[in-house]
């Protein structure tokens, strides 16, 4: 965590914002070419159509169409690129990228993006990784496996009549009887074997598969309500729900991590950002009408 903080000091947001305006003006990934300024802020006409682009143009060609464009191709990917340069600068001089909320949002998306690249440099440690599993256990923990008999009984018939029948294979089954031989069929087979409790909630029911935890293993008890309809069951195994060790989850406990840490990132970030700014929120002047109205109609005069 101390590694995340260091980012978030003074001096990175210095680096954000050179970072961003280099990114946009500079051709991050296929973008447009350096964007030269002058003493007078304004944009010079020069474009420069570096190595370096026409290097990326190439390799994104290649990568396309498998294969190295001739060299009229390529003359039409620099041609293509002027083109998106020229309209580029031409947009921002009208305010075009300040009035679509598309281009805004993609610049946002743009600037989380060096974020993201920022807070995933670090690989976190195992120490970091089995620390994040303590503190948030419930997103590790392997389910209680469960292996059960049950006898199955249908309920689409008069509610009293199954809950008779249910009274008398319970005391069957109690006196020992044999299972197999009791209730109606089932198609998932009276024999479940041991199963995590996800995929018995699947078969047969959220509510039963809390249930079956509640039952107590080596008798006979019921009737836990389906999915299907009634079973009484006879737990023959459990297995508890355990935090596995780091090894069998560590790509996905990593994930995990450098998810959260780009995230706090990216929200402490923008609150840092966002102090050096003024917000203002204007009512709609529909909303400001109404308030006056109101305001009128509540006043003695």
Request: hydrophobic letters at 40%.
């Amino acid at each position: 965590m101390t590694t995340l903080l260091k980012f978030l000091k003074e001096p990175l947001l210095h680096f954000l914002l050179i970072g961003a305006g280099l990114f946009f003006l500079s051709g991050y990934g296929n973008g447009p070419a350096p964007m030269q300024t002058g003493q007078t802020g304004e944009s010079s006409t020069e474009i420069v159509v570096t190595g370096s682009n026409i290097d990326q143009l190439v390799e994104t060609f290649s990568k396309t169409w498998q294969r190295e464009p001739t060299q009229k191709e390529e003359a039409g990917l620099i041609e293509t690129f002027i083109r998106d340069e020229i309209y580029y600068r031409q947009a921002r001089a009208m305010g075009l990228d300040r009035q679509d909320p598309v281009i805004r949002r993609r610049m946002r998306q743009q600037m989380e993006f060096i974020f993201e690249d920022i807070s995933s440099q670090d690989e976190p440690t195992d120490a970091e990784l089995s620390t994040f599993m303590l503190e948030n256990p419930e997103r590790y923990l392997i389910d209680p496996q469960v292996s059960f008999l049950h006898v199955y009984i249908r309920t689409d018939g008069a509610a009293a009549q199954a809950g008779n029948e249910t009274v008398r294979l319970l005391s069957l089954l109690q006196e020992g009887a044999e299972p197999s031989t009791l209730g109606a069929p089932f198609l998932l087979g009276n024999d479940i074997r041991l199963s995590p409790l996800w995929e018995i909630s699947n078969r047969f029911g959220d509510d039963f598969g809390r249930r079956l935890l509640e039952v107590q293993p080596g008798r006979w008890e019921g009737p836990l309500p389906s999915a299907y309809g009634l079973h009484l069951v006879f737990i023959t195994d459990v297995k508890e729900s355990r935090l596995p060790p780091l090894a069998e989850v560590r790509e996905v406990v990593a994930r995990d991590l450098m998810r959260m840490r780009q995230q706090m990132l990216k929200d402490e970030t923008y609150a840092k950002l966002k102090e050096k700014y003024t917000v203002v929120i204007e009512q709609p002047q529909e909303v400001v009408a109404n308030t006056a109205a109101e305001a009128a109609m509540e006043s003695p005069n």
